[in-house]
């Protein structure tokens, strides 16, 4: 469950946005094999883009779909303001019990969270499959071909955030919160390479055993600084100043959290949808339904 965990953490598609996208993909076969003749071992390469195409569209509509129920909720709580009860507020952090040491920044945090990768290709694989991971480390939300999440964690310290307007200062224990943090930085260490610095203290916190003899491994890690710009969103509580520390939902981000999911929603519905519908069509015309 760790992979599905990590996925929704990134995408906001979890274990329901996956079954999801199962029961329309398998709605999608059903429907154009009860509508046409299709025989899906005759090699119809039309049938087959068209339910690649439908395939593709869903992912956009699942997308919008697992993320809306937040976009709302995020929404009402930016109008609301900070306040008691549902509440969001995007400003400034500022310390109140210190920092932490992220591991593989070396540098203090009131927040962070890492992933690290391992792969099962080694240096006996083919050029093909060395350019492939290559690829693969340069930006992890692309397809990430052999590599595997092999462990994903966070951690933080109590910080307070004042509103960009400076009527409110909340102060927020992400303890039980959902960190959402999208600029990670990443350190590839090479088959054979040991890590060091950051990389191996990442190691450590990550709990893991050094990579075997011939196998590369990507360390990811995102931080929230004192001084940067943050959003939260969650249930406030008055305690001598509002206080967000526990309740649903309970979001810490970087700022550009809320325009992350709006790209999702409005991305997903306004382009799977269509792209879907044209490959549902396009499958049924394909098996003969239309």
């Known amino acids: 469950m760790g992979a599905v965990a990590d996925l929704k953490r990134r995408t906001g598609v979890g274990l329901g946005g996956i079954l999801l996208y199962s029961l329309l993909l398998a709605g999608g076969i059903v429907a154009a094999t009860a509508t046409?003749?299709?025989?899906?071992t005759d090699g119809n390469l039309g049938l087959f883009f068209a339910g690649l195409l439908y395939g593709v569209g869903l992912l956009g509509v699942v997308s919008a779909v697992s993320n809306l129920p937040r976009f709302l909720l995020v929404a009402v709580g930016r109008r609301r303001g900070p306040m008691e009860g549902l509440s969001a507020v995007t400003g400034t952090i500022e310390t109140i019990e210190g920092t932490l040491t992220a591991p593989l920044h070396d540098a203090?945090?009131?927040c962070y969270t890492y992933r690290v990768l391992d792969t099962t290709e080694s240096e006996g694989d083919d050029e093909a499959g060395e350019d492939a991971a290559s690829d693969s480390s340069e930006d992890d939300e692309i397809d990430e071909g052999n590599w595997s999440l092999t462990a994903m964690g966070e951690d933080g310290v109590p910080f307070a955030v004042s509103?960009?307007?400076?009527?409110?200062?909340?102060?927020?224990?992400?303890?039980?919160?959902t960190v959402h943090l999208d600029d990670r930085?990443?350190?590839?260490?090479?088959?054979g390479e040991h890590p060091s610095g950051g990389a191996?203290?990442?190691?450590?916190?990550?709990?893991?055993?050094?990579a075997p003899s011939g196998v590369p491994r990507r360390y990811q890690e995102a931080t929230l600084t004192p001084g940067e710009e943050a959003f939260v969103v969650g249930r406030?509580?008055?305690?001598?100043?509002?206080?967000?520390?526990?309740?649903?939902?309970?979001v810490v981000a970087d700022a550009d959290y809320p325009s992350r999911l709006r790209g999702r929603v409005t991305v997903g519905f306004g382009a799977g949808i269509p792209v879907s519908a044209l490959g549902i069509a396009a499958m049924l015309f394909a098996a003969g339904g239309l």
């Open 185 to 191: 930085t990443e350190v590839m260490v090479e088959a």
């Open 36 to 40: 046409g003749q299709v025989d899906w």
């Open 108 to 110: 203090p945090a009131v």
């Open 236 to 250: 406030a509580r008055s305690d001598g100043g509002l206080r967000i520390d526990d309740g649903t939902p309970f």
């Open 163 to 177: 509103a960009a307007d400076g009527t409110e200062r909340v102060r927020v224990d992400p303890a039980a919160a």
């Open 200 to 210: 191996e203290a990442l190691r450590r916190e990550a709990d893991l055993a050094p």
